[in-house]
Nanobody
Framework: QVQLVESGGGLVQAGGSLRLSCAAS????????MGWYRQAPGKQRELVAT???????NYADSVKGRFTISRDNAKNTVYLQMNSLNSEDTAVYYC???????????????WGQGTQVTVSS
C-alpha cells in the first residue's frame, strides 16, 4: 500500500501565506511526478502545480508567481508554498504522486485525503 498524507492547511487572511506538505509512505520504490490539485465548492478538481523527479515544474496560470512547488526526494515529500493568497484560492488541496511500487512492479497514481485552505477577505 501507498499512503499520501497532507498537512499545513488552515485559515489565513487575504495576502497571507501557507505552506502545504505531502509525505508519501509505504511500498515505494521510486516516485515520478508529484503534484498539487485543488477543488473548490461546486467546481471540478483542477491542477495547481506539478514537479517531476528532475525538478521540472509546471503551474496553473492562476498561481504563477505566487505559488512554488518543491520536493525532497529523500523524504518522498512534496511542498507547496503559497503566497499572496486570495479568496479564489479557497479550496481543498490534494496531493498526487506517480509511484512505482515494489510489490506490483508498476507505476500508479495515488491521492492524499486533502487539506482545507480557507482565505478570508
Amino acid at each position: 500500500q501507498v499512503q499520501l498524507v497532507e498537512s499545513g492547511g488552515g485559515l489565513v487572511q487575504a495576502g497571507g501565506s501557507l505552506r502545504l506538505s505531502c509525505a508519501a509512505s509505504g511500498s515505494i520504490f521510486s516516485i515520478n511526478d508529484m503534484g498539487w490539485y485543488r477543488q473548490a465548492p461546486g467546481k471540478q478538481r483542477e491542477l495547481v502545480a506539478t514537479i517531476d523527479n528532475y525538478g521540472t515544474t509546471n503551474y496553473a496560470d492562476s498561481v504563477k508567481g505566487r505559488f512554488t512547488i518543491s520536493r525532497d526526494n529523500a523524504k518522498n515529500t512534496v511542498y507547496l508554498q503559497m503566497n499572496s493568497l486570495n479568496s479564489e484560492d479557497t479550496a481543498v488541496y490534494y496531493c498526487n504522486a506517480d509511484v512505482f511500487r515494489v510489490v506490483t512492479g508498476t507505476y500508479g497514481y495515488y491521492w492524499g485525503q486533502g487539506t482545507q485552505v480557507t482565505v478570508s477577505s
